[in-house]
């Protein structure tokens, strides 16, 4: 589960512990400007702390509660990335991102999850993902993630 200082920090405005994320986070802001990425859980408090964090980056965020409607959105726009669950209702993260590496196989696709990690890496021999993302998690952690993916899409 990410972080409860976030989700608390959605409802309640900037805390002391979001002041400090800020400054850790800040300095790479720019780089994120008009960049665009799709957010795909079915968790909504997911999906509200992951969205915080993107806005606060400066990316544009869609957002989806399942794999169906993540591949709606994603036909449906122009994306810099997608960050997804592992496990969703209707359609998973794995095969969501196939369908995404498909049609733009530069895209960067990133699935978060809570399952245990041999068995994603088990999953994940034949996936098409650009890297993993294991809950709960840091900010820091997020924020490098996505960088790296990022630059490697540019190269």
Do not use: Y
């Not at 512990?17 to 997911?46: F, G, P, W, Y």
């Not at 969205?51 to 810099?80: K, P, Q, Y």
């Not at 049609?103 to 041999?118: A, F, H, K, M, N």
């Amino acid at each position: 589960m990410v972080d409860k200082n976030i989700v608390h920090k959605n409802r309640c405005g900037m805390g002391e512990t979001e002041k400090e994320n800020k400054k850790s986070v800040s300095s790479n802001t720019a780089q994120a400007i008009s960049k665009r990425v799709l957010v795909a859980d079915d968790d909504k408090a997911i999906r509200d702390a992951v969205t915080w964090f993107f806005e606060f980056m400066g990316f544009e965020v869609a957002l989806a509660a399942n794999g169906i409607e993540a591949l709606a959105v994603f036909l449906g726009s122009s994306l810099d990335l997608v960050l997804t669950d592992f496990q969703m209702p209707a359609m998973d993260g794995l095969s969501l991102a196939s369908h995404i590496k498909e049609r733009s196989p530069s895209t960067p696709v990133i699935p978060l999850t809570g399952c245990d990690r041999e068995t994603v890496w088990k999953k994940m021999e034949r996936a098409l993902v650009d890297s993993v993302i294991f809950k709960p998690f840091r900010l820091e952690d997020l924020q490098r993630t996505v960088q790296k993916a990022l630059a490697s899409k540019v190269r």
